[in-house]
């Protein structure tokens, strides 16, 4: 079984978004049972939260089904060895994950849009308030991450 953690700052848009969408795709191809998919945040602000209502909304436009009782939660050091794939949606993530997790000995840190062989960030609609750009940069991230699976 392969187990992924989509990681971003609050676990509130981008990384549930993309928990969701590689869920839907996973369970479309009939490869649901191969794989555990989980989100998380690099920061304590928004634990306890469930995803933000916008990004609620765009999954929904798209048909993706998304659990409402998602709630934000923080990275933890033991995550390292839970996942194959910790996936991170921009550079700050990044950073701020090696604090958590100092060490990536495997490798398995990387960032989301790298599956595409673009190098930039995941689009944050926290800051540019558009979730279907999300939605797309995420769409193409995992299903170019699928196939390196």
Same mark, same amino acid.
């Given at each position: ?71 934000? =939660? %923080?990275?933890? #050091?033991? !995550?390292? /060895? ?12 990044? *950073?701020?994950? =090696? %604090?958590?997790? #100092?060490? !990536?000995? /495997? ?12 190098? *930039? ?29």
């Amino acid at each position: 079984m392969k187990r992924i953690l989509f990681v971003c700052h609050g676990n509130i848009c981008r990384s549930p978004m993309a928990e969701f969408i590689l869920k839907a795709l996973v369970k479309s191809r009939g490869l649901g049972e191969r794989f555990y998919i989980e989100s998380a945040a690099v920061s304590d602000e928004e634990r306890g939260n469930p995803i933000y209502p916008p990004a609620k909304r765009c999954l929904a436009q798209h048909g993706v089904w998304f659990d409402p009782g998602k709630r934000a =939660r %923080r990275v933890v #050091p033991s !995550d390292y /060895e839970r996942f194959d794939r910790i996936i991170c949606m921009d550079a700050s993530n990044l *950073r701020l994950i =090696r %604090r958590i997790i #100092p060490m !990536d000995p /495997e490798g398995k840190i990387h960032l989301m849009m790298s599956y595409t062989g673009v190098g *930039r960030d995941v689009a944050d609609p926290w800051y540019t308030g558009d979730f279907e750009e999300t939605f797309q940069d995420l769409l193409e991230g995992c299903e170019a991450m699928l196939i390196t699976l």
